[in-house]
């Protein structure tokens, strides 16, 4: 069963910095995009960056856009969310997930459980 | 960017009622090389992530039970839940992914009556 579990959230000042990982298994994971949704306390799904199978790629939302940078080791079958400049409209549980082909537009079949990120003072 | 809103914003049923969800794109999600609508459905039961139910706007995911199902095409689409199960309550969301960046719907919440 495909699996995808993100590591690395908690509680981080205003103005910090936080690297999000997301481990995957189960399938081949260089043959697929990968994103990152986010949920704020409360609210509806947002989609943050997605990179495609081969890094070659990538997009952010333009509330993310120079602040995030996302990146993928094929080797280690991981995914990372490096994230700067936080503020707290950044709160919120980030999702790690699979697509369904190589690229970055397609629908979501695969959801991580989600990591917490919480920015405050 | 393409704009998903959703209809209602909530929906209160009796178990065992047909329920309801309209989802408009801002323009057409209809890619037509393959004639395929570029639209998916998604469940968020509380404290979980969200579960693919519906892709291509009509094809059902794998175990989605066959009471769900989809239908539209271009902007208009909509969700059918044709005999509401007690473990349908959630969330439920629209998504296109006709072009980046993807988008989603704001969201309806279906309860039981």
């Known amino acids: 069963e495909v699996q995808v579990v993100e590591s690395g959230g908690g509680l981080v000042q205003p103005g910090g910095s936080l690297r999000l990982s997301c481990s995957a298994s189960?399938?081949?994971?260089?043959?697929?995009?990968m994103h990152w949704v986010r949920q704020a306390p409360g609210k509806g799904l947002e989609y943050v960056s997605g990179?495609?199978?081969?890094?070659?790629?990538?997009y952010y939302a333009d509330s993310v856009k120079g602040r995030f940078t996302i990146s993928r080791d094929n080797s280690k079958n991981t995914l990372y969310l490096q994230m700067s400049s936080l503020t707290a409209e950044d709160t919120a549980v980030y999702y790690c997930?699979?697509?369904?082909?190589?690229?970055?537009?397609?629908?979501?079949?695969?959801w991580g459980q989600g990591t917490l990120v919480t920015v405050s003072s | 960017d393409i704009v998903m809103t959703q209809s209602p914003d909530s929906l209160v049923v009796s178990l065992g009622e047909r329920a309801t969800i309209n989802c408009k794109s801002s323009?057409?999600?209809?890619?037509?090389?393959?004639?395929?609508?570029?639209l998916a459905w998604y469940q968020q039961k509380p404290g979980q992530p969200p579960k693919l139910l519906i892709y291509w706007a009509s094809t059902r995911a794998s175990g989605v039970p066959d009471r769900f199902s989809g239908s539209g095409s271009g902007t208009d689409f909509t969700l059918t839940i044709s005999s509401l199960q007690a473990e349908d309550v959630a969330v439920y969301y629209c998504?296109?992914?006709?072009?980046?960046?993807?988008?989603f719907g704001g969201g309806t919440k279906v309860e039981i009556k």
């Open positions: 323009q057409s999600v209809l890619y037509s090389p393959n004639n395929k609508n570029n």
């Open positions: 189960e399938f081949t994971f260089s043959n697929f995009g």
């Open positions: 990179l495609s199978s081969s890094g070659g790629n990538t």
């Open positions: 998504q296109q992914y006709y072009r980046t960046p993807l988008t």
């Open positions: 997930v699979k697509g369904g082909n190589p690229d970055i537009v397609g629908a979501l079949p695969h």
